[in-house]
């Protein structure tokens, strides 16, 4: 007897329980696709996030100048006066990038303050870099899904083999 | 599904006395776990895409998405490895119940036969219901047990060194079959969706065949299974004791391999974070995802097999599960899309689907226990056996 309403009361809660959870979806929580690609034009593999906002934008690129050469130029496209000191560092399957991130408004973009994360990696005479822009308020509301889209872009960039 | 063979020593033992818990627990635990994946499916709507050998692969943006879908990558090595445990077991059972070879390589054909039937005719209506599905015939896991169960019964009088040399064989195989992941695509020879290589076919985005189990890449789970069935009818206390070293063993092999990150992968990680390098390819089972796996299940069958006889009575309702492996599948897959369809046709977030996924297994209980009395009641030679 104490067994069935132990068993009854314990199903009464998950109906319960089922009930509160309630259906709304979240589509800011699960998993993203990273597509690998190779670009004989650029002359570098990685892979691309798949299932974006449409708010954000990542990119990814090889230009063929040195480091010294390709941080001005990254920095005439913001309103800094100079790029802030790196973040961090992180290891890739071909190069340890180093890792900026920062506020600032972009010139291509408009007038609103952007979040940027640029990671950057020279080699000999090309410099390689990913950069994610997004509205620092999205960028709270879904840090885990930029951190994971833009550090496995990070991880995958590599040059043509 | 068609781990649904029973799990029955040799002998003269009584059905209750003959079952070995421990595989039947086992095999409860990881029925829950796909339970969980297929709630994930049709409840919450975010099982992960992709885990093949090419093509895009999923990235888990949080401990629990990826952790949720982990624990249920348990599930399919450990059906075929139990399968081919259980074949084995029925097999030396039903000889010394005086059946001849035929006869019980007639019985797993059928069997087989009925489980690539069901496959196709019932539980791929179910598949139908979840969201964004657009394939004509799909190739899934009870298709997959069927076709190694048929070809497994040719296998079932080799002995142990044989089947795990074939093992051995099967497991590297397939890694050397599998195509440069860069050819992922469209394919265009169905024999070969069949047998060794997942994918799909069909014209301009129509979906005619889809596998993700081709049969041979997951013979090599059965034919490791029945080497496993032939050490436990020698001496079951030693069978486990050997499933917790090579378990052991399996897993130090998982983290050599993942960590060199080159053959025995089939793919490179995508990352380097602790989720890439527990998430390796599935989609033909690479050579880390079997160690990985089969580590853990190993570890797990034996734990059970130690457990005092106290704290087996807590996994006793994972074992009802277990015993009915095949009503349950048929059951929780029209449970979950008829759930989904009902109350959350949008789908949840994943801690929202925890519950619902605990509701279903309270409904699917008493079901499985009643239809696991009802089966064994059947004559030996009944067709509702196969249950």
């Given amino acids: 007897m104490k067994k069935k309403l132990l068993l009854g009361a314990l199903a009464g809660m998950l109906v319960a329980l089922t009930a509160c959870a309630g259906s709304q979806a979240e589509h800011g929580d699960g998993v993203i696709i990273m597509t690998p690609y190779a670009s004989q034009e650029q002359g570098v593999r990685g892979a691309w996030p798949d299932g974006m906002p449409q708010e954000s934008f990542l990119q990814q690129e090889s230009v063929p100048l040195p480091l010294d050469e390709f941080y001005p130029l990254a920095l005439a496209q913001t309103d800094l006066v100079e790029l802030p000191e790196p973040v961090g560092s992180y290891r890739g399957t071909a190069f340890t990038w180093d890792l900026y991130a920062f506020e600032t408004r972009l010139a291509d973009v408009g007038p609103e303050t952007v979040r940027v994360d640029l990671a950057v990696a020279g080699s000999d005479a090309t410099t390689y870099y990913v950069v994610l822009v997004t509205r620092p308020d999205d960028y709270i509301a879904n840090a885990p899904l930029y951190e994971a889209a833009f550090t496995h872009a990070v991880y995958a960039l590599a040059p043509l083999e | 599904m068609s781990e649904m063979v029973e799990t029955q020593l040799p002998g003269e033992m009584s059905h209750k006395a003959a079952r070995l818990l421990p595989l039947d627990a086992l095999r409860g635990l990881i029925i829950a776990f796909m339970a969980l994946d297929h709630a994930n499916l049709f409840i919450a709507q975010k099982h992960s895409p992709g885990e093949y050998w090419g093509g895009g692969f999923p990235v888990y943006y949080d401990a629990l998405a990826f952790l949720t879908r982990f624990v249920t990558h348990l599930c399919a090595p450990g059906f075929f490895f139990l399968m081919g445990a259980g074949m084995t077991l029925f097999a030396l059972s039903r000889r010394a119940r005086g059946w001849g070879r035929w006869a019980v390589i007639r019985h797993f054909l059928v069997r087989g036969g009925w489980l690539i039937a069901a496959q196709l005719l ?39 060194r044989y089947l795990i040399g074939l093992t051995v064989i099967l497991v590297v195989g397939t890694e050397w079959l599998v195509p440069d992941p860069s050819l992922w695509g469209p394919g265009t020879n169905p024999l070969s969706l069949l047998l060794i290589v997942p ?154 689907m925890y519950p619902y996924w605990m509701l279903g297994l309270l409904i699917l209980f008493p079901l499985s226990l009643s239809s696991g009395c009802f089966k064994h009641r059947q004559s030996l030679h009944a067709a509702l056996r196969f249950l």
């Fill in chain 2, 122 to 160: 019932v539980v791929n209506r179910a598949w139908e219901l979840s969201p964004g599905w657009d394939v004509k015939t799909y190739i899934g896991v009870l298709f997959a047990l069927g076709g190694t169960m048929i070809l497994g019964s040719l296998l079932l009088w080799l002995k142990s």
């Fill in chain 2, 199 to 352: 994918g799909g076919i069909g014209p301009g985005g129509n979906v005619v065949l889809w596998s993700n189990y081709p049969i041979l890449p997951w013979l090599e789970l059965v034919t490791f299974g029945m080497a496993f069935g032939r050490w436990l009818a020698d001496n079951p206390r030693q069978a486990f004791e050997r499933s917790l070293k090579l378990g052991g063993v399996f897993l130090l092999g998982f983290v050599v391999i993942r960590y060199l990150d080159g053959f025995g992968n089939i793919r490179p990680r995508m990352g380097n974070s602790w989720s890439d390098f527990l998430n390796p390819v599935k989609y033909p089972p690479s050579i880390a995802f079997t160690l990985l796996t089969m580590g853990l299940n190993l570890i797990v069958m034996a734990l059970f097999a130690r457990a005092s006889e106290a704290v087996r009575r807590f996994f006793q309702p994972l074992a009802v599960f277990g015993r009915t492996p095949l009503f349950f599948y048929i059951l929780h897959v029209f449970l979950y899309a008829g759930l989904a369809w009902w109350l959350t046709p949008n789908g949840t977030s994943i801690p929202a």
